[in-house]
């Protein structure tokens, strides 16, 4: 499709928040007979031509898994590279972030992450907090589930000073309390690599998000396989556990 032509219909079908679970990069280099690191190293560097696509097609947010609260039962190796790479694209890549006008924000615990993970994941916060275009929010050391206490822990600790009360507390004060409060729930999950599961990625924001499942390893990930998932979101009926009027 013309991409001018698929860009309209992107923003009269209101695609606006784009979630991927970006899955398949060791498949992807066993499969050439490389190590795991290198479909990791392949992986991370696809970012920046999804961000170039998605602000082709004015997608307003990315929200990408790039490590789990489970990855860490990993081997040691792949996770400590997994990191490395990650403070490497940080840092290589954010003029070209800065030049798409995107915005990078994360969610997940950096707490625990290496130092200079940390001061790339910092910088790249910064640097990028006055521009206003596309969010690119990466999940790190994230996980739903531990999302979902932090949110509680923190409402219970609002509430017992006084700032909440009970009658305050429903689904929306929820959404307030985790790390998307400024962004608007995902319309679209892709999730590459042929799983077919969500793997403790942001649960309470999908309720109503629509699936799109591909067997493409996410090194493969390119412009063509975005527009597949995105023109079969537009062929959905998306009700909201309503009916829509014929």
């Not at 923003?11 to 050439?32: F, P, T």
Request: charged share 30%; hydrophobic share 35%.
């Amino acid at each position: 499709m013309d991409q001018e032509k698929l860009k309209n219909l992107v923003e009269e079908y209101s695609l606006e928040h784009i979630a991927i679970i970006m899955d398949g990069n060791g498949r992807w280099a066993q499969k050439r007979g490389e190590g795991r690191s290198q479909g990791h190293k392949m992986g991370i560097e696809q970012v920046i031509d999804l961000v170039k696509n998605a602000n082709k097609l004015n997608i307003k947010a990315l929200s990408l898994y790039a490590f789990s609260t489970e990855n860490w039962k990993r081997p040691d190796d792949e996770v400590f590279t997994l990191f490395d790479l990650l403070s490497s694209f940080l840092n290589r890549r954010l003029k070209e972030l800065m030049e798409e006008n995107v915005i990078v924000q994360v969610m997940g615990d950096v707490s625990k992450l290496p130092f200079l993970t940390r001061q790339a994941i910092s910088t790249a916060i910064k640097q990028t907090s006055s521009n206003d275009g596309l969010v690119l929010n990466i999940g790190i050391n994230y996980g739903s589930r531990d999302e979902l206490k932090k949110a509680l822990l923190d409402i219970l600790t609002d509430y017992d000073q006084g700032k909440i009360s009970k009658e305050d507390i429903d689904t929306e004060t929820l959404s307030k309390y985790l790390y998307t409060k400024n962004l608007k729930d995902p319309d679209l999950l892709i999730r590459t690599g042929g799983e077919e599961r969500l793997s403790n990625f942001m649960l309470h924001q999908m309720a109503y998000t629509e699936f799109y499942f591909t067997d493409c390893l996410w090194p493969d990930f390119n412009y063509d396989e975005l527009e597949k998932a995105i023109l079969e979101y537009l062929s959905r009926d998306r009700r909201f556990g309503g009916l829509n009027e014929e």
